[in-house]
Structures are given as C-alpha cells and as structure tokens.
T-cell receptor, first 115, second 115 residues
C-alpha cells in the first residue's frame, strides 16, 4: 500500500508565478489535509478537504491560495502570484474515512522556493 | 495562538541513554494526542498516540505519558540510538463539527544522539 504521494518534491518559482502542489492520499483515504512548515518551526494547518468538498480552510490565506480535492485525481494546493514569503515546505496528510481512526499519514512534502 | 508548546527546543543525549521530550497543551477539550518524528527533509512520521482516557501507553522503545491535571505530555525513548536523531512534535487532535478533527502541532524538539 503506497503511502501519501506528493509532487513535485522541490519547486522553484519566481515572484508572480503560480505554484501547483499535488497530493495523492493513501489508498482508501478520502480525507486530505494540507500543512505549511517554515524552517525550524512546527506544521501549521492550512486546509482540510474531503472528496469534492472543503471542510475547513481556516488556516489558509484568503488571497492567492486555493485548494481542491476532485472526485478523480489528486488534491491540488494552488498558490497564485507567489511571493518570497510563500517559500516553505508544504505537507499533505490523509486519513481514513471511518470516524475514530484519527491518525494522519504524511507525505514527503513539497519544498517551494520563491526567487 | 498555539495551544501546544514544548518546554525544550533541543535535547542532546548519549547513545544508549533514555530520552524524555516534554510537551504542554492548553486545550482541555483535546481528546487525542500524537507524537510525530520528523527527520531532515522528510515528512512527519507517526510514533505513538494516546487518548485522553489513558495516562500511559507503551510502544516499541517508546512510552507516552499523559497528565491531564497539568496538561502535560511526554515522550520517553529507551536506549536512544543514532537513528532516533530527529525533530519530535507533539500534536493534539481536537474534534469539531461531529466527526471532523484538526491537528495542532507544537514547535518541536530537536533530539541529537551522540555516539
């Protein structure tokens, strides 16, 4: 059973460009979470999605950031018009659908560098 | 602000010694806690969890202790090995909206194991 997959692993963008980060959850998982991590800091919750629905986006900036988890395909975190402050590691996690199984499984992350 | 924090940002131990990493939380409604290990350049990896109806749980070489009275969590690693060198995060899982959950992470403790 493959783990959570993220791509690309490293992404370099110039200021003003768009960044698209992809996350494929573990097989059978329909809950996806995105986190952001700055160097030497903990993970900050951004958004929680279930298939085709955004459940909680309280941690995501209101502008330039968006996330989706379509019926088919990976979850996408999209950052428009990137700025240097967006440089960070972005982690995706997934969990099973069944209530009571609380553990989240993390992917390897995408390291975004904005020049 | 953060509801989960760590007492020690760094911990250095000798190989073979026991390690203790501490964590404080402030949300009395938290009902589930997780310790994650994050190695350099990788995503967080689940180590052990504990529910609020327990005060101790043991795994392989690891033990988590929960003191709800003082809202304190600790991770004990027995016979620490060089491979244990990593950043350790505690996270509290808060239920909201029925069957949805959100993880809040502390800043992490860097554990360094000296040979």
């Amino acid at each position: 059973n493959a783990g959570v997959m993220q791509n690309p692993r490293h992404l370099v963008r110039r200021r003003g460009q768009e960044a698209r980060l992809r996350c494929s959850p573990m097989k059978g998982h329909s809950h996806v979470y995105w986190y952001r991590q700055l160097p030497e800091e903990g993970l900050k919750f951004m958004v929680y999605l279930q298939k085709e629905n955004i459940i909680d986006e309280s941690g995501m900036p209101k502008e330039r950031f968006s996330a989706e988890f379509p019926k088919e395909g990976p979850s996408i975190l999209r950052i428009q018009q990137v700025v240097r402050g967006d440089s960070a590691a972005y982690f995706c996690a997934s969990s099973p659908e069944l209530a009571g199984l609380y553990e989240q499984f993390f992917g390897p992350g995408t390291r975004l560098t904005v020049l | 602000g953060e509801s989960v924090g760590l007492h020690l940002p760094t911990l250095s131990v000798q190989e073979g010694d026991n390690s203790i990493i501490n964590c404080a939380y402030s949300n009395s409604a938290s009902d589930y806690f997780i310790w994650y290990k994050q190695e350099s350049g990788k995503g967080p990896q689940f180590i052990i969890d504990i529910r609020s109806n327990m005060d101790k749980r043991q795994g392989q070489r690891v033990t988590v202790l929960l003191n709800k009275t003082v809202k304190h969590l600790s991770l004990q690693i027995a016979a620490t090995q060089p491979g244990d060198s990593a950043v350790y995060f505690c996270a509290e899982n808060i239920e909201w909206g029925g069957s949805n959950y959100k993880l809040t992470f502390g800043k992490g403790t860097l554990l360094t194991v000296n040979p």
